[in-house]
């Protein structure tokens, strides 16, 4: 009776360690999957925050270009301003008054960066880096903003003079965008002698040049952003 009782006791023994070992297997197996499944999620996040990003970075390589072209049609313009007899043909004055006018356009996505922040997704990123990186990414854009809004309202300011004692109709027309020019004697060369389009347009100017500023910021801001967030180790 002792012996056979001994055995059961061993038996049973062994029984619960297996029991034991196969509930630690399957919370192994269980931990692995949930593992798995939060890379998978993480990869999608990441694979999608690259992509916004990307996008981002050629919409704004695109105004950017159209920056340069606005400050160099304004620095040229404010170079011919009170000088009497300028020898510079009229098409020329309203070609540099067009492309000074032009108003910023970069309007970045933030729909899936507001997605992972509105869902507290933010702190499953494990990269560190990549964390802070679109921390400042978040001052910087607020930055531009209002910058863009200060830019629109000097450029506004500029349009609302020419408009007052000059012709957007000849800009347009030496510019490609209308048919005819105006068929009032008036010619936009005659705005370089008045002392209020210099200062809308050196208002205008300034703006610009600041916006420049913090547009190549923010142009190498996304770019570190999308070399982290393109990493083949996101767990890291």
Same mark, same amino acid.
């Given at each position: 009776?002792?012996?056979?009782?001994?055995?059961?006791?061993?038996?049973? +023994?062994? *029984? +619960?360690?297996?029991?034991?070992?196969?509930?630690?297997?399957?919370?192994?197996?269980?931990?692995?999957?949930?593992?798995?499944?939060?890379?998978?999620?993480?990869?999608?996040?990441?694979? =999608?925050?690259?992509?916004?990003?990307?996008?981002n970075l050629? *919409?704004?390589?695109? #105004?950017?270009?159209?920056?340069?072209?606005?400050?160099?049609?304004?620095?040229?313009?404010?170079?011919?301003?009170?000088?009497?007899?300028?020898?510079?043909? =009229?098409?020329?004055?309203?070609?540099?008054? $067009? &492309?000074?006018?032009?108003?910023?356009?970069?309007?970045?996505?933030? $729909?899936?960066?507001?997605?992972?922040?509105n869902s507290?997704?933010?702190?499953?990123?494990?990269?560190?880096?990549?964390?802070?990186?679109? &921390? #400042?990414?978040?001052?910087? $854009?607020?930055?531009?903003?209002?910058?863009?809004?200060?830019?629109?309202?000097?450029?506004?300011? @500029?349009?609302?003079?020419?408009?007052?004692?000059?012709?957007?109709?000849? +800009?347009? &027309?030496?510019? =490609?965008?209308?048919?005819?020019?105006?068929?009032?004697?008036?010619?936009?060369?005659?705005?370089?002698?008045?002392?209020?389009?210099?200062?809308?347009?050196?208002?205008?100017? &300034?703006?610009?040049?600041?916006?420049?500023?913090? $547009?190549?910021?923010?142009?190498? @801001? @996304?770019?570190?952003?999308?070399?982290?967030?393109?990493?083949? #180790?996101?767990?890291?």
């Amino acid at each position: 009776m002792e012996n056979n009782s001994g055995k059961y006791f061993k038996y049973a +023994i062994g *029984e +619960i360690v297996l029991v034991v070992i196969g509930i630690l297997i399957a919370l192994q197996i269980n931990q692995w999957n949930e593992n798995r499944k939060e890379n998978n999620a993480l990869k999608t996040l990441t694979e =999608n925050l690259n992509n916004e990003f990307q996008k981002n970075l050629k *919409e704004l390589e695109i #105004d950017l270009s159209r920056v340069k072209n606005s400050i160099t049609a304004s620095n040229t313009l404010l170079s011919y301003t009170g000088i009497k007899n300028i020898e510079v043909d =009229n098409i020329i004055i309203d070609s540099l008054i $067009y &492309y000074a006018v032009s108003n910023p356009t970069w309007n970045p996505s933030s $729909y899936v960066l507001n997605d992972i922040k509105n869902s507290g997704k933010l702190s499953t990123l494990k990269n560190e880096n990549l964390k802070l990186l679109l &921390y #400042d990414w978040d001052r910087l $854009y607020e930055d531009i903003l209002e910058w863009h809004a200060g830019s629109t309202n000097n450029t506004n300011r @500029l349009v609302y003079f020419v408009s007052e004692k000059g012709s957007l109709v000849n +800009i347009d &027309y030496h510019n =490609n965008k209308n048919k005819k020019g105006t068929k009032f004697d008036i010619e936009n060369i005659d705005l370089l002698q008045e002392i209020r389009f210099e200062n809308d347009l050196e208002n205008s100017l &300034y703006s610009l040049i600041e916006l420049e500023k913090r $547009y190549n910021k923010a142009s190498v @801001l @996304l770019n570190k952003i999308i070399e982290l967030s393109n990493s083949n #180790d996101i767990t890291k």
